[in-house]
C-alpha cells in the first residue's frame, strides 16, 4: 500500500514536471515566432529584391539614354537650323550686294558719257575729247541773249554744264573766265581746286533745253 501511494506520487510529479517543460517550450516558440513576425513586419517591405532592383536600374539606364538622345537630336536640330538661316542670310545678302552691284552699272551706264579724244593744235592742251552731253535743264524761256554777269541764270546754268562734262563739283571749282566764241556758244576756263587741273569747255546754248557741252580740254595751265 504504501509502495502504490509512493509511485502514484512520483508519477504525479513526473508529470507536472513534463507539463511545465511543455508549457515554457511553448512559451519559447511564441517568443520566436512573436521576433520573427516583427523583423517581417518591419523589415520586409523596405528590400526590394534583386530582380526588381535591376528592372528599376535598367529602366532608368532607358530613361537616361532617351533624354540623352532628345537633347542631342534637339541640339542636332538647332545647328541645323542656324546653319540653315546662316546660309539663307548669307543668300539674301550676296542677292542684296548683286543687285545693288547692277543698279550701281546701270547709274554708272547712265552716268557715263561717250566721249572720243581729238587732236589739238594747241600746245597748252594736253588731252582733248568731245561728247554727247546732254544739256543742263534752263529755267530761261523766249529769246535767249546770254548774260555773262556773275550769279546770273546763264552763268549759274554755265558752271552746272561745265561741272557735268568735267565730273569737277561746283563746290571745288574756281572760275577764271567765260566768254563769247560765237552766236550761242561760249568757252569757260575753270580750275579744280582739289588737283589744280585746268579745263577749257566749250558750250553751245540749245533753245529750250539748255546749256549742252561739246568739248573739253585738259590745260597745262591758264591762259585767258
Do not use: C
Not at 75 to 102: G, I, K, R, V
Not at 123 to 151: C, L
Request: glycine fraction near 4%; charged fraction near 35%; avoid cysteine.
Amino acid at each position: 500500500m504504501a509502495n502504490e501511494e509512493y509511485y502514484l506520487r512520483r508519477s504525479r510529479q513526473s508529470k507536472r514536471r513534463k507539463n511545465k517543460r511543455n508549457f515554457w517550450f511553448l512559451i519559447f516558440l511564441a517568443f520566436i515566432f512573436v521576433i520573427l513576425l516583427f523583423v517581417l513586419v518591419n523589415f520586409g517591405g523596405k528590400d526590394s529584391s534583386p530582380s526588381e532592383t535591376a528592372e528599376n536600374t535598367e529602366e532608368n539606364t532607358n530613361n537616361d539614354e532617351t533624354s540623352s538622345e532628345k537633347a542631342n537630336n534637339s541640339n542636332q536640330e538647332e545647328t541645323s537650323n542656324a546653319e540653315d538661316n546662316e546660309t539663307n542670310e548669307n543668300n539674301e545678302e550676296n542677292n542684296d550686294d548683286s543687285e545693288d552691284n547692277e543698279d550701281n552699272e546701270d547709274n554708272d551706264s547712265e552716268d557715263e558719257t561717250s566721249t572720243e579724244e581729238v587732236d589739238s593744235d594747241d600746245p597748252n592742251v594736253t588731252k582733248a575729247y568731245k561728247g554727247e552731253w546732254d544739256p543742263v535743264d534752263t529755267e530761261q524761256s523766249g529769246d535767249h541773249t546770254t548774260n555773262y554777269d556773275d550769279g546770273s541764270q546763264d552763268r549759274t546754268e554755265i558752271k552746272q554744264a561745265v561741272s557735268d562734262a568735267t565730273g569737277v563739283s561746283e563746290d571745288q571749282m574756281i572760275e577764271h573766265w567765260v566768254g563769247n566764241q560765237g552766236e550761242q556758244k561760249v568757252t569757260s576756263t575753270i580750275q579744280d581746286e582739289s588737283t589744280d587741273q585746268f579745263y577749257r569747255v566749250s558750250l553751245d546754248w540749245i533753245d529750250g533745253e539748255g546749256w549742252q557741252p561739246t568739248k573739253v580740254e585738259e590745260l597745262d595751265s591758264f591762259e585767258k
